[in-house]
C-alpha cells in the first residue's frame, strides 16, 4: 500500500467544497470524518487488513498518532454517527419526513445522488465530455449554494 496514495485521496476528499459543507454541518469533527475514512476505506486501497497502528500513520497530521488516540478518535466518530443515524430514525419515527419543512433537504439528497452519479459516469468516453463536465460543474456549484443556505439556521427547518 502507498501510504501517500491514500494520503492523497484522503486530502483531495477533505478539500472538496461539497465534503467541506456536509462535514462543518456535521456531527463529525474534521479528525473524526479522517479517522472514519481511513477506518473503513485505507484496506480498500491496501487489499489487506490493517492493523491500528498502520491506520494511525496515515493520518494527514505530522504530528505521530498513537493507536490509543487513533481509537479513541475514532470511537468517537462512531458514536456521532449512530447518533445521527437515530436522530434520522426518531424525525422518521415521529413523522417529521412528511413535513413539507423538509422538502428542500430531500431535493439537496435527490441532487447529491446527480452528482454522485453523473461523476461516476465520466471515465466512460462519451461524445460530448466538454458537455458532461460543464454538466458537473453546474451541478456542483448549484450543490455548494444550496448547501450553504439550508446551513443557515434561518433558511432551515430548524
Known sequence: MQK??????????????IVKILAKN????KTQLETLLIDILAEN?????????EKARLRLTKAKISRGAFNRTLRQ???????????????????????PTLDQY????NKLQEYIDAYKSLPN??????????FLKLLREELENSLK??????EGFM
Not at 462512531?78 to 413535513?99: D, H, P, R
Not at 443556505?149 to 434561518?154: G, Q
Open 77 to 99: 466518530a462512531q458514536k456521532n454517527v449512530i447518533k445521527a443515524v437515530y436522530t434520522v430514525l426518531l424525525l422518521g419515527y415521529l413523522g417529521i419526513f412528511e413535513s
Open 106 to 109: 430531500i431535493e439537496i439528497a
Open 125 to 134: 468516453k462519451t461524445e460530448r465530455p466538454e458537455e458532461q463536465i460543464r
Open 149 to 154: 443556505k439550508l446551513s443557515n439556521p434561518s
Open 45 to 53: 486501497f491496501s487489499g489487506k487488513p490493517l492493523k491500528y497502528d
Open 26 to 29: 456535521s456531527h463529525l469533527t
Open 4 to 17: 501517500n496514495n491514500v494520503q492523497l485521496w484522503l486530502k483531495n476528499s477533505l478539500e472538496d467544497p
